[in-house]
């Protein structure tokens, strides 16, 4: 299986998503190359930065009334509670959980990104949503899109 790399494909077209998910690939790329010896450091970076752009994201998505929050937010619990089990296999020695889990992890963030994180961002351009200051520029639009 390929390993996922950062392209342009990827890209979102809005700075504020795309620089945490650029930094999202790096890291499970850094996972990838980890030996044995600090693959669980690895990992723990990984979740963390994830449970931080999830937790933005579930955040403009809740300010914004982005209308499919509920299954997009769901979905970031699942897979960041996935990932902590992960973790903790690790930790507990189970480093080969880790490896797998990182290779599905790219696949998933691909589908992701260019499915609901896509959607996200071209609601939140829609409806002027800055996510530096969590103001709506254009907060009419919300109302005619529900």
């Known amino acids: 299986m390929s390993r996922l790399q950062w392209s342009d494909a990827l890209s979102l077209d809005m700075?504020?998503?795309?620089a945490g998910l650029k930094t999202f690939v790096t890291l499970l790329d850094?996972?990838?190359?980890?030996?044995?010896?600090?693959?669980?450091?690895?990992?723990?970076?990984?979740?963390?930065?994830?449970?931080?752009?999830?937790?933005?994201?579930?955040?403009w998505m809740r300010t914004s009334l982005f209308p499919s929050a509920h299954i997009h937010i769901t979905q970031h619990k699942v897979v960041l509670d996935v990932m902590q089990e992960?973790?903790?296999a690790g930790e507990s020695g189970d480093l080969a959980l880790i490896r797998k889990m990182a290779d599905e992890l790219g696949q998933w963030f691909a589908n992701h990104s260019q499915s609901m994180d896509a959607a996200l961002a071209l609601h939140l351009r829609k409806t002027g949503y800055d996510p530096a200051t969590g103001v709506l520029s254009m907060p009419d639009d919300i109302a005619l899109a529900a």
């Open 30 to 59: 850094l996972a990838h190359e980890a030996p044995d010896t600090s693959l669980v450091s690895r990992w723990r970076d990984l979740v963390l930065h994830t449970a931080h752009v999830f937790e933005r994201e579930d955040r």
């Open 15 to 18: 700075p504020a998503m795309d």
């Open 86 to 88: 992960g973790l903790k």
